[in-house]
């Protein structure tokens, strides 16, 4: 069907299933003419027909059907009773709709296919009955008749269509006698040199969705198979074997792809009815609200599409109701009287993103917290402690509402606690970005499919458990050493410092009541990401990654709110596949959750009075603020080149100024290492290495510890401290990037600067 638009691709598909079935019906009407269901299932065919092809302006298709469905209406109704020649001209007007049908998809248009001649004879049986009047409902023009039904048209309208008296044409004018009734033309034929074209029957079929499914079962049992003769033939020396395995694991993973593309089903399907929604919806709280749809064509499974549909209308209401404001409200606040809602999809790592963002009010994050605790859902001092997207978070929690007035919209506290658990059910999570003022967007992150997920396998304990990579973010492992220093437990909540930033630790089996594992050799963590927070899982090792086949568990087990599902490792093991977001919610609840804010707040005071000791050559040291450190990189001394009489280097795709700190103090011994350690600092889009002998440890600045004077007039220094019984120097960061990038703060102001990053002496007092 190339060529054709995709709508009338699909009304070509089903108007030619729909002709086949007529030729059936009609010739068994012949003999039944009392067959009610017969004549009903006729007319709504004729019906859907006439009103797509009036929607695609397609003028002879409309009126041959027309007229058609004007005969059938009277049989309907019992005016006239069917018999041979009525069954005649209906079924050649089915010739003539199938020669049209050929030529629009021949050519795009109805081309020269001549209909007069059956409309003429069918015109012929109506006007030849004398005993019988045009019908009541009868209208003056076809412009008049059922409104146009679209192909993909509920059954519940055409089927009220029908037990409702019908409006039809009127009769057409008298045709001219015609000698002989020639029959309708078809389009011409192609020359025998052009490749065969296929048509749009026989381009497409339709599948029953439990064939689909039943396919896609077979589908996950033949992937766990390819995953266990992977596995062992993953270490055998038959090259043959091995070989065989890799092509059935190529062919299983295409047949995989193919399979599931036959379940993915554009969001538009969903989308569809939203426009109807927001008119009626605006209409009746006295709104205007204009909704864009960006990214209909972003396909999800057609399992997920159903189990979204219910959360997505809620959240699309609710952004209605609750988020945009009246016109006369817009007005004053100086915005367009009409709002928009927008609804946006796209894949995104592996899920499918969808968006629901009005420009309405805003939510003031304060008033979800007062509300909160005069509901008595938190405390007052927890609210005081909770950011602004845990704040957000609440009006997900049961019962919560700042309604004033319960309506037969909203305000009875129910509705969003059921998106999120219905969303969560999936394997997807929602979050709420909200500006006062600007308005609100509630983002969906959804699993492509539920049938077969890429996952990480771990173990505990001895038994293997499965994390869905959609939720993972990295791995990071921890030497002993580094585990005891690294690690701090506050008020009884460990937590590990990734990249400058506090990461809660959840040990799995605490969560699993299972006895501590040993942890004399380090520990490995999963970061995962849940509702918008990190967290790292503490387990015993990590397996390996694999595409695993989701199996239900049962019911003792899904009660437990910790597994979503279980799966047959490549070895043929059972592993339970973790929730996420449960095993967060439980991990991360109440106190420890409270703790780990503390925590936070308490890091962000103490982040710069952390220091980063860095050696410098002849037994010197450095520390420079933690704050003014952005990366830690290891650059080739012979990438280095000068420009004047300062020195670059070539750093992702842009020009890297650098300084050797110890030539910039005077320090007369320097390292003709291969490689150089440096100090990368960024602001405002400029970066300057700073070049040290070796990185030697991250330190607290203890306010007790001994220091030295702080107007010292030593050249790049702002005073000195004692560090682990050294005497270490205070770097002037400041002073040393300007050495090496004379314009770096020209672009901003210096007090921005210092805002930015604190100075050293100021972390200090």
């Known amino acids: 069907m190339d060529g054709i638009d995709e709508i009338v691709g699909e009304f070509l598909v089903e108007s030619y299933e729909n002709l086949d079935q007529l030729d059936r019906d009609l010739v068994a009407l012949e003999q039944h003419p009392d067959a009610r269901d017969l004549l009903a299932s006729v007319f709504r065919t004729i019906h859907t027909i006439k009103g797509t092809s009036g929607f695609l302006a397609f003028g002879r298709l409309e009126a041959v059907t027309h007229v058609g469905e004007n005969l059938l209406a009277r049989l309907r109704d019992g005016v006239m009773v069917m018999d041979e020649a009525k069954t005649d001209v209906l079924l050649e007007m089915v010739d003539a709709v199938r020669a049209l049908l050929r030529s629009i998809e021949a050519t795009g248009g109805e081309g020269d296919v001549d209909v007069d001649v059956a409309v003429a004879k069918i015109q012929a049986v109506l006007d030849g009955d004398a005993a019988v009047t045009d019908s009541p409902a009868t209208s003056d023009s076809p412009a008049t008749s059922d409104s ?125 009815k939203f426009p109807r929604v927001v008119r009626d919806l605006g209409a009746q709280c006295g709104k205007q609200v204009r909704l864009e749809m960006v990214g209909k064509e972003t396909e999800l499974d057609r399992t997920l599409l159903e189990a979204v549909k219910d959360p997505l209308t809620h959240l699309v209401r609710n952004s209605v109701d609750h988020g945009v404001e009246t016109p006369a409200a817009r007005v004053a606040a100086g915005k367009p009287a009409e709002g928009v809602l927008t609804l946006r999809a796209r894949h995104e790592s592996g899920q499918v993103l969808v968006e629901v963002c009005d420009d309405g009010a805003g939510i003031d994050a304060q008033r979800i917290g007062a509300k909160a605790v005069e509901k008595g859902l938190i405390t007052a001092d927890q609210a005081g402690r909770m950011s602004t997207p845990d704040l957000l978070q609440l009006i997900f929690a049961p019962g919560f509402s700042t309604a004033a007035e319960v309506t037969n919209v909203s305000g009875r506290g129910v509705g969003m606690d059921v998106v999120k658990t219905n969303i969560e059910a999936i394997g997807g999570t929602i979050e709420v970005d909200s500006t006062p003022g600007a308005g609100t967007v509630c983002r969906l992150r959804i699993p492509l499919t539920l049938a077969i997920v890429p996952a990480l396998t771990v173990e505990l304990a001895g038994d293997r458990y499965a994390l869905p990579q959609v939720s993972l973010l990295e791995l990071v492992a921890l030497d002993a050493e580094r585990a005891r220093a690294a690690i701090e437990d506050v008020g009884g909540a460990a937590v590990y410092r990734l990249r400058g930033d506090l990461l809660p630790l959840v040990r799995l089996s605490d969560v699993l009541g299972l006895p501590p594992g040993r942890e004399d050799g380090g520990i490995v963590m999963a970061v995962l990401r849940s509702e918008g927070r990190r967290f790292g899982l503490v387990v015993d090792r990590v397996v390996n990654t694999e595409e695993i086949v989701v199996k239900a568990v049962s019911g003792q087990l899904k009660a437990i709110g910790l597994y979503s599902g279980a799966t047959i490792l490549g070895d043929g093991a059972v592993a339970l596949i973790l929730d996420v977001q449960a095993l967060a919610r439980r991990a991360l609840r109440g106190d420890a959750a409270e703790r780990a804010d503390e925590v936070a707040v308490a890091a962000s005071h103490r982040v710069a009075d952390q220091m980063l000791v860095c050696g410098l050559g002849g037994g010197r040291q450095v520390a420079i603020p933690l704050s003014m450190v952005t990366r830690l990189e290891r650059l080739d001394a012979a990438s280095v080149e000068a420009v004047g009489h300062r020195e670059v280097v070539q750093y992702r795709g842009a020009i890297l100024p650098i300084i050797r700190l110890g030539r910039y103090l005077g320090i007369g011994v320097e390292s003709a290492s291969a490689t150089l350690e440096v100090v990368v600092y960024s602001d405002h889009g400029r970066s300057v290495a700073l070049v040290v002998e070796e990185v030697l440890d991250i330190v607290d600045a203890s306010d007790d510890a001994a220091r030295g004077a702080s107007d010292i007039n030593d050249h790049g220094l702002l005073g000195s401290m004692v560090i682990d019984a050294r005497v270490t120097e205070l770097l002037d960061v400041r002073a040393a990037i300007v050495a090496a990038d004379p314009g770096f703060y020209a672009g901003h102001a210096a007090d921005d600067a210092v805002g930015a990053a604190p100075q050293p002496m100021e972390a200090l007092r």
């Open 148 to 272: 146009p039904v679209i192909m993909a048209a509920s059954t519940e309208t055409v089927t009220a269509a029908v037990e409702e008296p019908m409006i039809t044409g009127p009769s057409a004018p008298e045709p001219a006698p015609v000698p002989a009734p020639a029959p309708a033309k078809a389009p011409a034929a192609a020359s025998s040199d052009e490749p065969q074209r296929r048509s749009a029957a026989d381009s497409s079929i339709r599948v029953d969705v439990e064939l689909l499914d039943g396919l896609m079962r077979l589908v996950g049992e033949l992937v766990l198979t390819r995953n266990q003769i992977l596995q062992q033939t993953s270490s055998g020396a038959d090259i043959e074997l091995l070989a065989a395995s890799q092509r059935l694991n190529l062919i299983a993973s295409e047949l995989q792809e193919g399979v599931m593309k036959t379940r993915m089903q554009p969001i538009d399907a969903l989308w569809s």
